[in-house]
């Protein structure tokens, strides 16, 4: 079974997934902004949401996770809980 690792932010908003996005994307520390501006406990621990496999998240996630490159930032992408920006940090 394959493996990820990710991270992300969670808003309330579209408009300020993509507010993020760009700060991330002009250099702004990805952890950083999930402490300040993610709704998600995760965002503690700058957005970390440790290893999982298919299915143990929302099918949007999943989507995203087992197909971006790893490192970049994908997003917005809306689940029921918000906009998120995501992160795969590792994949085996």
Do not use: W
């Not at 690792?5 to 969670?10: C, E, F, G, P, Q």
Request: charged content about 25%.
């Amino acid at each position: 079974m394959a493996l990820a690792t990710a991270r992300h932010i969670l808003v309330d908003s579209e408009e300020k997934c993509n507010e993020l996005k760009d700060q991330i994307a002009n250099g702004a520390d990805f952890a950083d902004v999930a402490k300040e501006h993610s709704n998600c406990p995760s965002g503690g621990n700058g957005g970390d949401l440790g290893q999982f496999g298919p299915g143990m998240m929302v099918p949007e996630f999943d989507k995203v996770v087992f197909s971006a490159d790893i490192g970049s930032v994908e997003g917005p992408v809306k689940t029921q809980f918000g906009y998120h920006l995501l992160e795969v940090t590792s994949r085996s």
